[in-house]
T-cell receptor, first 114, second 113 residues
Framework: IAGITQAPTSQILAAGRRMTLRCTQD?????MYWYRQDLGLGLRLIHY???????GKGEVPDGYSVSRANTDDFPLTLASAVPSQTSVYFC?????????????FGPGTRLTVT | GNSVTQMEGPVTLSEEAFLTINCTYT??????LFWYVQYPGEGLQLLLK?????DKGSNKGFEATYRKETTSFHLEKGSVQVSDSAVYFC????????????FGRGTSLIVHP
């Protein structure tokens, strides 16, 4: 089934640990995004990539890093987790960066940092 | 910068009631406008979109019209069902620059039988 997969589904992580959230899409979309969703704050963009080999910072990039080695994968790394990074993380993609393109979202990863 | 403002929830309705969720935006140029829906425990999915002024997007009985003069994109449905209970997000995507989407904070809809 075409779409976006994220792993893990959920994770409890000790503060200070390193963690990589995985995101893979099979739609050959050029653009990919990472968001965090917190109650009352909606979706906030962490990092994005307009095409393989390029990345950019979103609204809340501190404490997170990304890479885009190929079209399909866009992992998000927390170098040293802190409790404020407890959130639900969504990966998304779109066919391109044109303003008319909608985004396709993965099912999310629920992360708890203790 | 760009921004999207949508009415705060939760919106609580009885089945078969009429639904309106207000959305207004601030952006330069002519952005595309979107409504996404998020069912419990899932990611967002596109509900409808409109890419130019006066366009009407529609899907599953939901409608929204791109009003440039009032910078609005209000979501409506004539008769809601319990299965419509979800969180609804209004979003815009600029027509230039970085093309980065901007989302509203979401409106929770609860429909009672």
């Amino acid at each position: 089934i075409a779409g976006i997969t994220q792993a893990p589904t959920s994770q409890i992580l000790a503060a200070g640990r390193r963690m990589t959230l995985r995101c893979t899409q099979d739609m050959r979309h050029n653009a990919m995004y990472w968001y965090r969703q917190d109650l009352g704050l909606g979706l906030r963009l962490i990092h994005y990539s307009n095409t393989a080999g390029t990345t950019g910072k979103g609204e809340v990039p501190d404490g997170y890093s990304v890479s885009r080695a190929n079209t399909d994968d866009f992992p998000l790394t927390l170098a040293s987790a802190v409790p404020s990074q407890t959130s639900v993380y969504f990966c998304a993609s779109s066919p391109g960066i044109s303003g008319t393109y909608e985004q396709y979202f993965g099912p999310g990863t629920r992360l708890t940092v203790t | 910068g760009n921004s999207v403002t949508q009415m705060e929830g939760p919106v609580t309705l009885s089945e078969e009631a009429f639904l309106t969720i207000n959305c207004t935006y601030t952006a330069t140029g002519y952005p595309s406008l979107f409504w996404y829906v998020q069912y419990p425990g899932e990611g967002l999915q596109l509900l409808l979109k409109a890419t130019k002024a006066d366009d009407k997007g529609s899907n599953k009985g939901f409608e929204a019209t791109y009003r440039k003069e009032t910078t609005s994109f209000h979501l409506e449905k004539g008769s809601v069902q319990v299965s419509d209970s979800a969180v609804y997000f209004c979003a815009l995507r600029p027509s230039g620059g970085s093309y980065i989407p901007t989302f509203g904070r979401g409106t929770s809809l609860i429909v009672h039988p």
